[in-house]
């Protein structure tokens, strides 16, 4: 939390009102993405050395030491798209029905060749036996390729990452 | 309604009544019967390594707290307090000589005695050694996985485990120092399905062809063939509920050292040359041609050659499955694979273990339907015969691992019944 609120503290956000304007632009397209299971455009914000890390027990351990929900790195979320594009992949079939809210979109500390950014999520899935509603408080690291902003690192940590958890084979 | 259960018309040769499943009533007379009567998987000694060490676990549906006692015994103890019953562990996992209950300050010691009465004035004949923390019946191990039994009689470990025991052998051979650790976390995964599904599936061979083909079909992954028709892999009931996959005979056929891992001793070199010096190169190269094993001990341990799940009762249709990668002491190259294939294929989001969970929901939604009555597990019963060990093994693909299990489940759910050994 510290960092989030230096953020506020030295303006960041203020000072890059144009880099923020587009951050909250691409956190919302790519939540958007996420909804509608457009999985293919989702796939292609992402770097070549993109990870997707999912922790499980808190949101300060060792992916490289503990177990994570996801840990992904970039040839694995691939596969994580090609399972889904079977049709096959029983956990999302039918699709989940999503939606949600995105918020408190930060730029964490000065931006430079990576961009931080943290915001929040309220995810409402409805699925064929039960509603769940996922809150998460989400990172990013953000790089400009080609002119765009892609994805180089998205962390999800869902605040009852310590508990049992049902599915979750959408993209969150 | 306090009806005896009819076991013969409930179970049956060739498949079991859906309300086996389904029933409350059931659910808590298993409780009773198997879950706080046989021996059950509650953690690893190598998840509390120093004295104080403590860890949050469960013996079927009831919390436990493993500790390490200040002399470096392993114990279980039950976390309610003496005193007016207020949990006194709140916490995953930690390292504590003393828990002090908050609700009115009475403390106990990693060994569950009761140290202090706060305001002791009030307490003058109360006798301290009577008022400890409750502790699990029976406590055993067995190549440091410990188990716990409610039960003050009854079978050792060792005989529980009978033909399954050499299982845990092989799995620890796996490591070069022969010994197993559990120190990568677990991931809970919820399913609101009955427990017997899944203990059923950990061992049905005839599944992953079908339940897995989305990620067989795009990821480069030889486990579909191991439960193809193809396969020499066999199906195995040990008895006493216990049941294996046994994929031996299919790497055997391969015969290549650390295919079992998918992969080839060439990119293991560190790993390939401890073995060899640990077991010299014959048998190093046999333990890297087999793999660990493909068990399910009854009723709630899985070890599914690279993982470990635990399985949870928590309702009828309510169960937790507990998973971690296995990790082998001396062997950090394999480990860090083990734990990335474990967290790709395991959990809430896992390529495999989502579908499965799918399925166990499923099953249960389906099973909730009046007919027809029964399941249908006579698969393979006409080719069942006996291993040297006198084991019954079938095919793969059979069902032989599950007539197994019900078979023990209908001798512990009908204690009345000659206790004989249901192999």
Known sequence: MTQAGESVRDGAGLRHGDLLREVEAFVYHEGNLQDRHEYDAWEALWTDDGVYWIPANGEDIDPEKEMSIIYDNRSRIALRIRQLHTGRRLAQTPKSNLVRVMSNVEIVGEPAEDIHVRANAIIFESAPRRDTLWGTRNEYTLRRVAGSLRMARKKVVLVNNAKALPNMAFLI | ?423
């Open chain 2, 1 to 423: 309604m306090k009806q005896t259960p009819n076991w013969n018309e409930l179970l049956q040769d060739d498949g079991v009544h859906g309300s086996v499943y389904t029933d409350p009533q059931l659910y808590e007379s298993e409780l009773r019967h198997i879950w706080r009567t046989t021996w059950v998987y509650v953690g690893h000694e190598s998840e509390v390594p120093r004295r104080h060490d403590f860890v949050m676990k469960s013996l079927g549906p009831e919390p436990v707290i493993m500790t390490r006692d200040g002399d470096g015994q392993v114990q279980l103890l039950l976390n309610r307090c003496s005193h007016r019953g207020n949990q006194v562990c709140t916490q995953a996992r930690g390292n504590a000589s003393v828990f002090t209950c908050p609700y009115h300050a009475w403390s106990f010691g990693s060994d569950g005695a009761l140290k202090h009465m706060s305001l002791p004035d009030g307490y003058p004949d109360v006798n301290k050694a009577e008022r400890g923390l409750a502790k699990v019946t029976r406590v055993a191990s067995y190549r440091g996985f410990v188990f716990g039994s409610f039960a003050a009689s009854g079978p050792s470990l060792e005989e529980h485990l009978g033909g399954a025991l050499e299982v845990f052998d092989r799995l620890v051979a796996v490591s070069p120092e022969g010994e197993i650790e559990v120190t990568a976390g677990f991931l809970q995964h919820k399913v609101t399905a009955n427990w017997k599904l899944m203990l059923e599936n950990e061992t049905d061979g005839y599944h992953p062809t079908f339940v897995h083909s989305s990620i067989f079909g795009v990821a480069d992954s030889g486990i579909g063939k191991l439960y193809g028709r193809q396969s020499a892999a066999i199906s195995r009931d040990y008895g006493n509920g216990h049941t294996e996959c046994d994929l031996r005979p299919q790497f055997r056929k391969l015969d290549v050292p650390m295919g079992w891992f998918g992969t080839t001793a060439e990119r293991l070199p560190d790993y390939v040359g401890k073995m060899r010096a640990a077991y010299g190169d014959e048998r190093a190269r046999q333990i890297m041609i087999d793999g660990t094993p493909h068990v399910m001990i009854f009723p709630n341990l899985f070890i599914a050659e690279i993982q470990l799940f635990v399985l949870q009762p928590v309702a009828v249709d309510e169960t937790i499955q507990h998973v971690t990668a296995l990790q082998f002491k001396g062997a950090p190259d394999l480990n860090r694979r083990m734990r990335q294939q474990t967290m790709g294929s395991v959990g809430p989001a896992g390529f495999l273990l989502a579908d499965d969970s799918e399925i166990y929901e499923r099953t249960y939604q389906g099973l909730l339907a009046s007919a027809p009555a029964y399941t249908f597990t006579s698969r393979g019963a006409h080719r069942e015969r006996r291993d040297d060990g006198g084991y019954r093994i079938g095919d793969i693909t059979d069902d032989l691992p599950s007539r197994g299990i019900w078979r023990h489940y209908r001798s512990l759910m009908e204690p009345r019944t000659s206790v004989e050994q249901s192999a």
